[in-house]
Nanobody, 124 residues
């Protein structure tokens, strides 16, 4: 079992930055690929960024490439999402998730542990 807790959400103006953190407890964090998802009301949850267990491989959804950076620190059991140049359309609940799959899982069903989520609101 892995427990995930997100932090760092909030309200920011367009063009601003936020850094989300996800802290894991429980089983060996380093054995899991991690992903950040976001969801807005009435829409499906969408993978924004993912990182392999080693941190060597990352993947981003097209709309956030060049603006968001995912990173992890296995010694501290954390995965972060640095979000720059934020836009109103980035407004969503952001959740981190853990996957036992190798590489960079891109399918929601591959993720088995989920955090509660943190709200990010970008004002225009």
């Amino acid at each position: 079992q892995v427990q995930l807790v997100e932090s760092g959400g909030g309200l920011v103006q367009a063009g601003g930055s936020l850094r989300l953190s996800c802290t894991a407890s429980g089983r060996a964090f380093s054995g899991y690929a991690m992903g950040w998802f976001r969801q807005v009301p009435g829409k499906e949850r969408k993978l924004v960024a993912a990182i392999s267990w080693s941190g060597r491989m990352t993947s981003y959804e097209d709309s956030v490439k060049g603006r968001f950076t995912i990173s992890r620190d296995n010694a501290k059991n954390t995965v972060n999402l640095q979000m720059n140049s934020l836009k109103p359309e980035d407004t969503a609940v952001y959740s981190c998730a853990a996957s036992r799959s190798g590489g960079i899982p891109t399918t929601t069903g591959n993720y088995v542990y989920w955090g509660q989520g943190t709200q990010v609101t970008v004002s225009s």
